[in-house]
């Protein structure tokens, strides 16, 4: 999210490939924030014995998001 031009830049991309990087990392940065979320939950889920619950929370975010 902070640097994605310097990052790219590491790997000799072209311009046109950074304009596309740039776009694409701020996309996968917001995504880990609904990822560790929903690992949180379901972690607590298992803790409080709904394992049911657990697995459809994991099954759904690896599904649809």
Same mark, same amino acid.
């Given at each position: ?5 310097? =990052? ?14 740039? =776009? /694409?990392?701020?996309?996968? /940065? /917001? ?9 949180? =939950?379901?972690?607590?889920?298992? /803790? ?18």
């Amino acid at each position: 999210m902070l640097f994605p031009t310097q =990052i790219l830049s590491l790997f000799m991309a072209s311009e046109k490939m950074r304009s596309y990087g740039i =776009i /694409a990392m701020r996309i996968m /940065a /917001a995504g880990y924030l609904f990822c560790g979320l929903s690992t949180m =939950i379901s972690t607590y889920m298992q /803790a409080i014995e709904r394992v049911l619950s657990s697995i459809m929370i994991q099954i759904f975010r690896q599904m649809f998001f």
